[in-house]
């Protein structure tokens, strides 16, 4: 494939902005899917946090053939958000895709994004697929749930966050106008592992946003770097991020994450039986939220039933439902505590 050149006086359309740390296993395959779709009006901006495997040769061995690929290695890790704003910081299209360094995108992709920002709107909210890690079997056809187009201008802040909220926890569904990036708070969002959601929910849009019901990536579903920590994330972080912003309403909250999960026993069960919750949580992140004995009990109760007594009723009550992977029969199958494990 000849090399993609970019004429540094080119005016950049969009900037695909992407912050890794030891995924040399994953990104060759990310960068030479993106590269094939990029004109030349269009940037590919790597940030590495200081890896250590192979990203740095396998990254650097596509910049030169790629002139439209620019790679930032770091010389001290300061983590997903901080190293995603230094990509949009560096980026020089008007608009910035924050994809994620081991997903796919479909055939079509770039050229879709760059017709949608051509109205342009404050952010692009993309809807994507999930697959298994090799991404031969799709498990869910849309994250989003719908189809077509949907249009949230600034006054309808709630409905958006109630029908895209959840879906904003793929960075990769992220389109956004590089100039309000820079306008808005960045640093208090730093070690939330969701920056871009910061950026996005801190305050109304005034352009408006446009969500696209159509799966444009495809995302390998459980290599993300944060997948040992997901008790952390979905019980503790994710949930604090998204009831700090006091100006949504309490129903648009609500409707992505209840305030506390940690304190429901069925949750609790459920991430019990997947692998993801034990005494070891309990210990290091419900016990210090507990104010009382009885807070406690509860939580302590499904951190010591069996894991792989739950795994096996929960799989039995999905499979006696008819649930596909999409009821989480993907993670209880793929669980330390499934008895189907060698």
């Not at 990203?55 to 650097?60: D, I, K, N």
């Not at 969500?211 to 979905?234: C, D, H, M």
Request: glycine share 8%.
């Amino acid at each position: 494939m000849p090399a993609l050149t970019v004429n540094m006086a080119e005016h950049i359309s969009l900037s695909i902005c992407i912050a890794t740390r030891n995924r040399g296993q994953y990104i060759g395959e990310t960068l030479d899917n993106i590269l094939e779709q990029c004109g030349p009006n269009v940037e590919v901006v790597v940030v590495d946090g200081a890896s250590t495997d192979s990203t740095a040769s396998v990254v650097s061995a596509r910049a030169l053939v790629h002139s439209s690929l620019r790679y930032l290695p770091q010389a001290v890790n300061s983590g997903v958000d901080g190293d995603f704003d230094k990509a949009v910081e560096l980026a020089r299209g008007d608009y910035c895709w924050l994809m994620s360094d081991d997903d796919l995108m479909g055939a079509g992709a770039i050229a879709r994004v760059l017709e949608i920002c051509s109205r342009m709107p404050d952010a692009l909210i993309i809807d994507a697929e999930v697959r298994t890690a090799d991404l031969a079997e799709r498990l869910i056809a849309s994250r989003l749930g719908f189809t077509g187009e949907r249009h949230y201008p600034g006054k309808d802040a709630d409905r958006f966050v109630a029908e895209c909220g959840r879906h904003l926890t793929f960075i990769g569904a992220v389109v956004i106008r590089r100039e309000l990036w820079l306008g808005r708070q960045r640093v208090p969002y730093f070690g939330t592992e969701f920056i871009h959601v910061g950026v996005l929910f801190q305050a109304p849009l005034a352009g408006g946003v446009i969500a696209l019901g159509e799966p444009l990536v495809k995302i390998r579903y459980g290599v993300g770097n944060w997948t040992s920590r997901s008790f952390q994330v979905w019980m503790f972080k994710w949930p604090a991020l998204i009831w700090s912003f006091e100006w949504l309403s309490t129903a648009s909250r609500a409707a992505i994450t209840p305030r506390e999960p940690w304190r429901s026993f069925p949750t609790l069960l459920l991430y019990r039986a997947k692998g993801w919750y034990s005494w070891q949580e309990f210990i290091q992140f419900i016990r210090p939220q507990a104010k009382s004995y009885w807070n406690a009990l509860t939580p302590a109760i499904a951190a010591l039933v069996p894991g792989r007594l739950l795994n096996f009723a929960f799989l039995a009550v999905a499979r006696l439902h008819g649930q596909s992977h999409r009821g989480g029969v993907y993670d209880l199958e793929r669980s330390p505590h499934f008895m189907g494990k060698r």
